[in-house]
Nanobody, 128 residues
Framework: HVQLVESGGGLVQAGDSLRLSCAAS???????MGWFRQTPGKERDFVAA????????DYADSVKGRFTISVDSAKITMYLQMNSLKPEDTAVYYC??????????????????????WGQGTQVTVSS
């Protein structure tokens, strides 16, 4: 069982940047990694994902060019760098992983139901 703990959320103004972190209880180098977000009364939406081999990334159209997903070299902590934040980015952000995998490195899933382990979420609020 892998535990994930997010940090880095907060209240910022439009145009600001934030970096979310997600610390794993064990190395997650063989897992696809994803970030999702959710607002009250809505489903959890895909934001970004990184394949376990690091060769494939995917971003929601709404964040493409502004957000970047990455993982540290020890494969313990994953990040979501968020630039040029907008009020519509306000949500609870969750990190998640699915796997483990070996062999080929394929595009990661966008469907949150494919993910096996989740963090507790961190609130990001962007004021206009």
């Amino acid at each position: 069982h892998v535990q994930l703990v997010e940090s880095g959320g907060g209240l910022v103004q439009a145009g600001d940047s934030l970096r979310l972190s997600c610390a794993a209880s064990t190395p997650i180098g063989h897992y696809n990694m994803g970030w999702f977000r959710q607002t009250p009364g809505k489903e959890r939406d895909f934001v970004a994902a990184l394949s376990w081999g690091g060769t494939q990334t995917d971003y929601a159209d709404s964040v493409k060019g502004r957000f970047t997903i990455s993982v540290d070299s020890a494969k313990i902590t994953m990040y979501l760098q968020m630039n040029s934040l907008k009020p519509e980015d306000t949500a609870v952000y969750y990190c998640a992983i699915e796997g483990p995998y070996s062999g080929g490195d394929y595009p990661p899933h966008r469907n949150p139901y494919e993910y096996d382990y989740w963090g507790q979420g961190t609130q990001v609020t962007v004021s206009s």
